[in-house]
């Protein structure tokens, strides 16, 4: 399987700062034949089931607000938040689906400081 | 409006068996691939097990393999998850998923099981 890795596992951004989460996947999950990156990021608020983000690393989903946005490749990806918002306050996960048994990063934890 | 609706969790024993299911409404469900992820209490995701929309390829996480069997009923909108040999350790929230591709694109509220004696 695919390992996914998060760093850091907790982080603390003032509000209307930069926030920034990387994963890392053990192999690469660029899938040639469409140059798309099996990679989405994926928000879980206390007590509420995920919420998408972002899809083939960087595409937003519809209703994500601008100031989240995914980029990298290969096996390095990144999601940033470009301006903390208090509701922002919640718990990251990346997930690779580029194989059928698909695995999610550890997750991390962001919170207000 | 897509809503996905679990049930079944509870208490068993270890052993034991439970057969979750989620009701979906809101979309063309035989249109889609769906999953089961779950959620130890305090811990991360962990992907379960997927199913294409018409059924006919599954897939499993090693955890589960030859213990959980995902099905679906497209003409009750509805999918399940039956979990037999169930372990301590498949104690969690387990939510199901509407599936974009391999992504899952919406999530049910989750059910929880929990494995004790």
């Known amino acids: 399987d695919i390992v996914m890795t998060q760093s850091p596992d907790s982080l603390a951004v003032s509000l209307g700062e930069r926030a920034t989460i990387n994963c890392k996947s053990s192999q690469s999950v660029l899938y040639s034949s469409n140059s798309k990156n099996y990679l989405a990021w994926y928000q879980q608020k206390p007590g509420q089931p995920p919420k998408l983000l972002i899809y083939?690393?960087?595409t937003r989903e519809s209703g994500v607000p601008d100031r989240f946005s995914g980029s990298g490749s290969g096996t390095d990806f990144t999601l940033t938040i470009s301006s903390l918002q208090a509701e922002d306050v919640a718990v990251y996960y990346c997930?690779?689906?580029?194989?059928?048994?698909?695995?999610f990063g550890q997750g991390t934890k962001l919170e207000i400081k | 409006e897509v809503q996905l609706l679990e049930s079944g969790g509870g208490l068993v024993q270890p052993g034991g068996s439970l057969r979750l299911s989620c009701a979906a409404s809101g979309f063309t469900f035989s249109s889609y691939g769906m999953s089961w992820v779950r959620q130890a209490p305090g811990k991360g995701l962990e992907w379960v097990s997927a199913?294409?929309?018409?059924?006919?390829?599954?897939n499993y996480a090693d955890s589960v393999k030859g213990r959980f069997t995902i099905s679906r009923e497209n003409s009750k909108n509805t999918l399940y998850l039956q979990m037999n040999s169930l372990r301590a350790e498949d104690t969690a929230v387990y939510y199901c998923?509407?599936?974009?591709?391999?992504?899952?694109?919406?999530w049910g509220q989750g059910t929880m099981v929990t494995v004790s004696s």
């Open positions: 998923a509407k599936d974009e591709v391999r992504y899952s694109q919406m």
């Open positions: 997930q690779q689906y580029y194989t059928t048994a698909r695995t």
């Open positions: 083939w690393a960087s």
């Open positions: 199913i294409s929309g018409s059924g006919g390829s599954t």
